[in-house]
C-alpha cells in the first residue's frame, strides 16, 4: 500500500528565506507524487505533480520539487518565502485508483 | 471550463438531521473521489465511484454514510442522523479515466450543533 509521511507538522520562516518541506513516500510500484497547497477556508490547488519524467518538477507560484528515488523523498522548495505562500502543503501520493496524503504542514512566513 | 463544483459551501445541520453533499465533476471527468478533512487534520479517503458504481468505499464508515454517482446529475455524500463527530470539511475530486489528472473542488463544511 502506498503511503506518505510529512516531517514537521509546522514549518517558520522568514520572508525571503529558503522553503523546505519534507515528504518521504511509500510505494510498490513506481509513484506518481503530488503537492496541493490549501489556503485557510479554501480548497486544494495543485502546485506540482511527477508522473515519471523529470525528476525536478517546476509548479506554480516559483515552487519545485525533486524526485529522489534512492531516499524516497519529493521535497518541495522554493528559493525566497513570500508572505503570500502562509497556507498548508500537503503531499500525496496515487495509488489503488485514489490519492493518499501526508498529514500536512503547515508553513509560516515571519515578516 | 468550469472546476469541480461543490455545494453547499457551509451547511449546518442538528444532530439527528440528514446531510446531503454535492458535487458536480469536471467536464470530461467520469470518476469522482471523496475526502474528508477534520480539523487540524490531513485529508482522508472516503470513498471513489464512477458513474453508476462504487469502485471503492474503503474509508466510509461502516454506518449513517453513503454515496452516489447516477448517471445523470451529480455525486452525494449523504450523512444520516448526524453527530457533532461529523462536523468537518469535505472534499471532492474529479479525474478523467488516465491517472494524475485529479481536481479538487473548494469543499463542503459541514457544522453539527
Known amino acids: 500500500a502506498q503511503s506518505v509521511t510529512q516531517l514537521g507538522s509546522h514549518v517558520s520562516v522568514s520572508e525571503g528565506a529558503l522553503v523546505l518541506l519534507r515528504c518521504n513516500y511509500s510505494s510498490s510500484v513506481p509513484p506518481y507524487l503530488f503537492w496541493y497547497v490549501q489556503y485557510p477556508n479554501q480548497g486544494l490547488q495543485l502546485l506540482l505533480k511527477?508522473?515519471?519524467?523529470?525528476?525536478l518538477v517546476k509548479g506554480i507560484n516559483g515552487f519545485e520539487a525533486e524526485f529522489k528515488k534512492s531516499e524516497t523523498s519529493f521535497h518541495l522548495t522554493k528559493p525566497s518565502a513570500h508572505m503570500s505562500d502562509a497556507a498548508e502543503y500537503f503531499c500525496?501520493?496515487?495509488?489503488?485508483?485514489?490519492?493518499?496524503f501526508g498529514q500536512g504542514t503547515r508553513l509560516t512566513i515571519n515578516p | 471550463n468550469a472546476g469541480v463544483m461543490q455545494n453547499p459551501r457551509h451547511l449546518v445541520r442538528r444532530r439527528g438531521q440528514e446531510a446531503r453533499l454535492r458535487c458536480s465533476p469536471m467536464?470530461?471527468?467520469?470518476?469522482v473521489y471523496w475526502y474528508r478533512q477534520l480539523p487540524e487534520e490531513g485529508l482522508k479517503f472516503m470513498v471513489y465511484?464512477?458513474?453508476?458504481?462504487?469502485?471503492?468505499e474503503s474509508g466510509m464508515p461502516k454506518e449513517r454514510f453513503s454515496a452516489e454517482f447516477p448517471k445523470e446529475g451529480p455525486s452525494i455524500l449523504r450523512i444520516q442522523q448526524v453527530v457533532r463527530g461529523d462536523s468537518a470539511a469535505y472534499f471532492c475530486?474529479?479525474?478523467?479515466?488516465?491517472?494524475?489528472?485529479?481536481?479538487f473542488g473548494s469543499g463542503t463544511r459541514l457544522t453539527v450543533v
Open positions: 475530486a474529479s479525474s478523467p479515466p488516465l491517472r494524475s489528472g485529479y481536481t
Open positions: 511527477y508522473t515519471s519524467a523529470a525528476t
Open positions: 500525496a501520493v496515487e495509488g489503488a485508483q485514489k490519492l493518499v
Open positions: 465511484l464512477q458513474k453508476e458504481n462504487i469502485i471503492d
Open positions: 467536464k470530461g471527468h467520469s470518476h
